[in-house]
């Protein structure tokens, strides 16, 4: 995946330390303040340094959606209950 941290600035980016297992947070919107709004959540996952190994560029990560899961849910299909 190679999402732009515009296209997520409303959520957070999970990663997780390949290295040593280490799991830390940023809010997207505190990455495009750090780097510049063309930058891919996978130009942020190669320059990552863990925080207790200081490996870098070695971990796995995720997009996570914060906030009001109401609106995440807009659009989502319930089969309807055959009798």
């Not at 190669?46 to 490996?55: F, G, K, T």
Request: aromatic fraction near 6%; charge should be positive; hydrophobic fraction near 35%.
């Amino acid at each position: 995946m190679n999402t732009k941290l515009s296209a997520a600035s409303d959520k957070r980016m999970d990663l997780t330390c390949s290295a040593c297992g280490q799991e830390f947070s940023y809010k997207i919107a505190h990455l495009i303040l750090a780097t510049r709004d063309k930058t891919t959540t996978h130009e942020v996952r190669q320059i990552a340094r863990c925080h207790n190994c200081a490996v870098k560029g070695n971990d796995t990560y995720q997009i996570v959606w914060q906030g009001n899961s109401g609106v995440a849910l807009d659009g989502a299909w319930v089969k309807p209950e055959t009798v």
